[in-house]
């Protein structure tokens, strides 16, 4: 089982940028496709982006497509989120997802290892 820490959540006005990390332990990511999920107040867990085993491959929740950019560094075990043009329904806690099968998930319930997730606050 992988261990993931995520970092880099804080309050940021609208149109601004953040940068999430995900580090993950206990085993190398390059045997798990990465997502990342966020789940607002009084929400469901929603899927935001997926990137394959090599980083090849992305994918985007339409909500974000265009203002998030997910990558990998397989070398320092670390996944991150790219943030930008940020609004204030974008306000969650994000959470970083390992899953163990070969193709993109967008299911929670592929996802077998969660961090504990960082608040990211937009205000107005």
């Known amino acids: 089982q992988v261990q993931l820490v995520e970092s880099g959540g804080g309050l940021v006005q609208a149109g601004g940028s953040l940068r999430l990390s995900c580090a993950a332990s206990?085993?190398?990511?390059?045997?798990?496709?990465m997502g990342w999920f966020r789940q607002a107040p009084g929400k469901e867990r929603e899927f935001v982006a997926a990137?394959?085993?090599?980083?090849?491959?992305?994918f985007y929740a339409d909500s974000v497509k265009g203002r998030f950019t997910i990558s990998r560094d397989n070398t320092k075990n670390t996944v991150y989120l790219q943030m930008n043009s940020l609004k204030p329904e974008d306000t969650a806690v994000y959470y970083c997802?390992?899953?163990?099968?070969?193709?993109?998930?967008?299911?929670?319930?592929?996802?077998?290892?969660w961090g504990q997730g960082t608040q990211v606050t937009v205000s107005s």
């Open positions: 997802a390992a899953n163990p099968r070969t193709y993109i998930a967008t299911l929670s319930s592929d996802f077998s290892s």
């Open positions: 206990g085993r190398t990511i390059s045997s798990y496709t």
């Open positions: 990137i394959s085993r090599s980083g090849g491959n992305t």
